[in-house]
């Protein structure tokens, strides 16, 4: 039986019956019905990058779905682009541009010359199917920006049933709100028709600053015209700025005329980027000095103050896979190890007293914190199971952990205080992460979690679709 794990944690080892890789829409019909006809159950998995057990499922079918990546069709007087559902960001946005500059074969409606830029992706790495952001929800960096619910026009997803289905703001409207943050539970996602902005040029502004002075920094960009930024937080335990100094980057765009050109067609004039080099540099003192590496990082990002970058690329993101394989031997670690994610939320003006509280709480656990980002997101109104139920701050830990079973249940326990933490500040935490929450936990940060579950049993009874994630709290829930 094939053993598959999640990219990150590697905390998610299953071993599934089967793993069919779908190229056309009658192959995933074909899965779906041989599965039923076994008796069976799917799973369904893009990048492998969701750590709660959503794509995954002991003894289950697996669909891995990165066989469907082909970019379909542009629209470029409505600014439409229909791609497969497994077609990965970083393909999905050089395969844009390409077939902007003319190089693609796809198809194309173009009566206007204006250049399309996707709106947002996640961050921290490009690996990333776009039928995984619809499951999860995801989002980027904007700093007022719903989740990618926003930007999904449509898309055809095959239900329990065989059936191909078109799902809209106007059409199958349930589903569409279900399916976006159901975690492939209410069908396969073929192909999805995003909404897409005018590509422009956007300039980063760079400031160290400090954690009370977040809020109304943040205010204060908005205002000012910014579209994006991030905060990325001091990790070092030992130091009083911990969770509290950090370096905040925002994006402004910038008009035509004051904007250099793209910056493929100025390769004469590099960006000051990191390399995968340096940024196994920093992984590796992220874990062994913590000063130096926030020292580096902070310096490396005031030396691109005043850079420019075009909307589209600029999100794109360095990923190593599996760095903590050469990191374990640098460290001479005794034991494998990973870092896993947890994504919290509370309301903005809440921030600083949370990351105060953190910082107490995690010192006094002797957690390991390796990395970490705020971020901003807008109220979602439209998804069932939705994360984002008012204007949040979000922000991320990635916690090491020792793969140990004594590792696995400190880092567990840390994540769970984290959660109350946030709940404590009227906030909530994020599904796609943490396969560590409590039942009470997630009752109270997703009161509909029930009806979530009574909606799959109605759209999908025989239950064809599934995952170790669901199990897990469906279990629970029904005793």
């Known amino acids: ?61 697996l669909l891995d779905l990165r066989g469907l990546n082909r970019i379909i069709s542009l629209d470029s007087d409505l600014g439409l682009l229909r791609v497969e559902a497994g077609i990965m960001w970083s393909d999905l946005v050089n395969g844009l541009r390409d077939m902007q500059r003319g190089n693609g074969c ?21 690996r990333l199917s776009i039928g995984g952001a619809l499951a999860a929800n995801g989002h980027g960096r904007g700093l007022k920006y719903k989740p990618i619910v926003q930007d999904v026009d449509s898309f055809d997803m095959v239900d329990a049933d065989g059936i191909l289905r078109r799902c809209s703001r106007a059409e199958n409207t349930e589903l569409f709100s279900l399916a976006i943050g159901g975690y492939g539970l209410f069908g396969v996602i073929s192909a999805v028709t995003l909404r897409l902005m005018p590509a422009h040029r956007v300039r980063r502004v760079v400031e160290i600053t400090t954690i009370d002075r977040l809020e109304s920094l943040f205010t204060q960009r908005i205002a000012d015209g910014f579209t994006y930024g991030d905060f990325q937080y001091k990790t070092d335990e030992t130091s009083p700025g911990f969770l509290r100094d950090g370096v905040m980057s925002c994006y402004i765009p910038v008009q035509e005329d004051d904007a250099p050109k793209s910056e493929s067609d100025v390769p004469q004039q590099p960006l000051n980027m990191l390399s995968e080099q340096d940024w196994r540099g920093l992984l590796y003192l992220s874990h062994a000095d913590k000063a130096r590496a926030f020292e580096q990082y902070a310096g490396f990002y005031m030396s691109t103050n005043g850079q420019t970058y075009d ?78 139920k008012q204007p949040y701050a979000c922000i991320v830990f990635n916690l090491h952990v020792d793969h140990t079973d004594a590792g696995i249940a400190h880092t567990a326990d840390a994540l769970r205080a984290l959660i109350d933490l946030a709940t404590e500040r009227d906030g909530s935490y994020f599904l796609t992460y943490n396969k560590f929450a409590t039942q009470e936990q997630l009752a109270r940060c997703y009161p509909q979690f029930g009806d979530f579950l009574a909606k799959h049993g109605e759209y999908d009874p025989e239950g064809v679709f599934s995952s170790d994630w669901l199990r897990a709290y469906d279990m629970e829930l029904t005793g």
């Open 1 to 61: 039986m094939p053993i598959l794990n999640d990219i990150h944690s590697q905390l998610n080892e299953t071993s599934m019956h089967h793993v069919l890789t779908p190229r056309t829409v009658d192959d995933i019909r074909r899965a779906i019905a041989d599965v039923r006809k076994d008796g069976g159950s799917i799973a369904i998995a893009g990048g492998r990058h969701a750590m709660g057990g959503q794509q995954f499922l002991d003894g289950g079918t």
């Open 106 to 126: 796809m198809d194309v409606r173009q009566e206007s010359e204006r250049r399309w830029s996707i709106v947002q992706k996640q961050t921290g790495a490009d």
């Open 311 to 388: 909307s589209d690329t600029f999100q794109l993101s360095q990923y190593i896979d599996d760095y903590h394989r050469e990191l374990d031997r640098s460290l001479n670690a005794t034991v494998k190890g990973s870092e896993t994610i947890t994504e919290l939320y509370v309301p903005l003006p809440s921030l600083a007293d949370f990351m105060d509280a953190v910082a107490l709480e995690l010192r006094e656990r002797k957690a390991n914190v390796i990395y970490g980002t705020i971020r901003l997101i807008e109220r979602d109104d439209e998804t069932f199971l939705n994360w984002a």
